[in-house]
């Protein structure tokens, strides 16, 4: 069965500050699908990265980079030099071969970037 | 394009009244998502479509709700004889196709309060 770790429920920084949310992820399927989005205290999801399996480039948008790493089945968000329209709730998310409807979230992660 | 949009954005109803949602997706999607988001929860799998066709209502809790989609385009949630506990963000979501590999696209919801 596929599963989405987001262990970090809430973290708060200073603005400027870097930081990382973690997502850990399990699956059996060997082609799957990682996807991070943004929920912004106006509610909509905002779509930001969408990874696949056989791609494990780090990419980097902005001051927004990613970090995919299958050995640890992991796929870390970081935000460089945050600022406080960062503050969100981040939510990490994984899709096997099967089909969209088979899409597992994380718990997300509540970011909050204080001025 | 438009994205996904969804209507009313805000609904305040009284306890066993029924409602209806709307979720109108992005123009040539043919799968559709409705997922449930409990204040500060995380997201809730209800059902998908498939074009018109909704394989699997097992998602959906309990028998006061249903869905439908007609022309392979606009989606309606229905809870019929509401309940407080049914309060919560419905979310409705689109994506090209029904492939883990397609992105999906979220509305902005409706924010749905059972008095």
């Known amino acids: 069965a596929q599963k989405v770790t987001q262990a970090q429920t809430e973290i708060s920084v200073v603005e400027k500050e870097d930081v990382t949310l973690d997502c850990v992820y399990e699956t059996r399927d060997t082609t799957y699908y990682l996807f991070w989005y943004k929920q912004p205290p106006s509610g909509e999801l905002v779509f930001l990265i969408r990874r696949n399996s056989f791609d494990e480039q780090n990419e980097i948008s902005g001051r927004y980079s990613w970090n995919f790493q299958k050995s640890t089945s992991s796929f870390n968000f970081t935000i460089t030099a945050s600022q406080v329209v960062d503050s969100a709730v981040y939510f990490c998310?994984?899709?096997?071969?099967?089909?969209?409807?088979?899409?597992?979230f994380g718990a997300g992660t509540r970011l909050f970037v204080k001025a | 394009g438009a994205g996904v949009s969804q209507s009313p954005s805000n609904k305040v109803t009284e306890k066993g009244k029924d409602v209806e949602l709307r979720c109108d997706p992005i123009?040539?999607?043919?799968?559709l998502y409705w997922y449930r988001q409990s204040l500060g929860q995380g997201l809730e799998f209800l059902i998908y479509f498939q074009g018109n066709s909704a394989p699997d209502k097992s998602g959906l809790p309990s028998d006061r709700f249903s869905a439908e989609r007609t022309g392979g385009s606009v989606s309606t949630l229905t809870i019929q004889r509401t309940q407080q506990e049914d309060s919560a963000v419905y979310l409705c979501a689109s994506s090209l196709t029904l492939a883990g590999r397609d992105t999906q696209y979220f509305g902005p919801g409706t924010r749905l309060t059972v008095l």
């Open positions: 123009s040539g999607h043919t799968a």
């Open positions: 998310a994984l899709s096997e071969n099967t089909g969209g409807f088979k899409t597992i």
